[in-house]
């Protein structure tokens, strides 16, 4: 499917970015939105999700496993989201919820006094969280009746098909003031030559930047409490082997000299705390 219009500010003016997998990387000329523009029809993109699969390079690994070590890079980021301001939350959903370690970070830093719920596509991380005693299924948003004081979507955003749609069934699933904890890459003003490969195509379906999205959110009717920018989360010694691999393999960018902070990378990782401004009338429980 041939995407001509930029989802973000409607312009069709868009220049060459990058290639990878044989799907092609678009830069808006407008808003700088970078998104694949002969991506998978939709039933596709669904499809690929359910199976954790990437269609266009078998070797990459998507579904990976549980990491416990992401739990402790968690904690720190939610006491900048929430710090002193963690009253009143009672009910949680984290969005592709994976193997559920930002679940448990949830309910370590909320004491156990907040009920957390995920949902999650790929039926070999569902399992596991569930392994894990958590309460993660997966079912449809749209048809989801049950409301939610946050919701949270880590590492979800570039795999939409159409952000803005998304967000507004995010919060139709909220309550009064709930609120939405998004994370993603800040990365959409960056030179092709700089952004951090792979991009995962078509896995990943647009790269945004923080004005792209605060726009978006506020055009939703959101207000945005907190943005917290992060130069990649803490890194261990076995990442660094990685890297290390990564600078031999074509098609890959490592990170390694972003790691030893030769090169200055801005903070490319952003999480964004923002508050449901619409009260819903509809249903008052
Ligand atoms: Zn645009």
């Excluded at 301001?85 to 930002?102: A, I, Q, R």
């Excluded at 989801?144 to 998304?166: G, Q, R, T």
């Amino acid at each position: 499917m041939k995407i001509t219009k930029c989802y973000n500010c409607n312009s069709e003016k868009h220049s060459f970015y990058a290639e990878e997998n044989g799907y092609i990387l678009v830069k808006c000329d407008l808003c700088s939105l970078l998104f694949v523009e002969n991506r998978p029809d939709d039933t596709d993109i669904s499809h690929m999700h359910e199976q954790g699969k990437h269609l266009g390079d078998e070797k990459l690994n998507v579904t990976g496993r549980f990491n416990k070590s992401k739990i402790s890079e968690y904690l720190p980021i939610l006491e900048d989201l929430f710090k002193g301001d963690k009253g009143g939350k009672k009910t949680w959903l984290d969005v592709g919820c994976g193997h559920g370690e930002f679940m448990i970070a949830v309910q370590k830093y909320f004491s156990g006094k907040i009920t957390v719920r995920g949902t999650e596509p790929n039926e070999y991380k569902q399992r596991s969280a569930q392994r894990r005693g958590l309460d993660v299924t997966y079912f449809d948003l749209a048809n989801h009746e049950e409301k939610y004081d946050v919701i949270s979507l880590l590492n979800v955003y570039s795999h939409l098909p159409d952000p803005p749609a998304f967000l507004k069934t995010l919060k139709r699933l909220l309550n009064p003031n709930g609120e939405i904890i998004l994370q993603t890459g800040d990365t959409a003003e960056l030179d092709a030559k700089d952004h951090l490969r792979p991009f995962y195509l078509p896995n990943h379906l647009s790269f945004a930047s923080e004005s792209i999205v605060v726009g978006i959110l506020e055009r939703t009717d959101f207000e945005v409490l907190k943005i917290k920018k992060y130069s990649g989360l803490k890194y261990s010694f076995m990442k660094i082997g990685k890297e290390v691999v990564k600078l031999f393999m074509s098609g890959y960018k490592s990170k390694l000299l972003y790691y030893l902070k030769i090169k200055p990378y801005s903070h490319t990782t952003m999480f964004i705390r923002a508050k449901n401004l619409t009260v819903d009338t509809r249903k008052t429980a």
